[in-house]
Nanobody, 116 residues
């Protein structure tokens, strides 16, 4: 099992920045990729970004150029730096970890609200 704890969400004005953190514990050795997804009210959960254990990253088109995902393997933590935030970025953000063999672990989710 892998446990994930997110932090860093909150409220920000349009154009502002936030950094989300996700700390993993448990069977860290089983983790391949880690990343973030988000879900706005009434909408499906969408992939935002992921990063492999080798540091290769992938982004959804709607965040390219604005969000950056990084990973600190020594701290078992993944970060999502979010810049130029827009109202449309308002959602609950979920950290996930791919533990291989079809095992995907999810954090509890953290709210990000972008409004003036």
């Amino acid at each position: 099992q892998v446990q994930l704890v997110e932090s860093g969400g909150g409220w920000v004005q349009p154009g502002g920045s936030l950094r989300l953190s996700c700390a993993a514990s448990g069977r860290i050795d089983s983790i391949n990729a880690m990343g973030w997804a988000r879900q706005a009210p009434g909408k499906q959960r969408d992939l935002v970004a992921l990063i492999t254990s080798f540091g290769n990253s992938k982004y959804a088109d709607f965040v390219k150029g604005r969000f950056t995902i990084t990973r600190d393997n020594a701290k078992n933590t993944v970060y999502l730096q979010m810049n130029s935030l827009e109202a449309e970025d308002t959602a609950v953000y979920y950290c996930f970890a791919d533990g291989g063999y079809g095992n995907v672990y999810w954090g509890q989710g953290i709210q990000v609200t972008v409004s003036s």
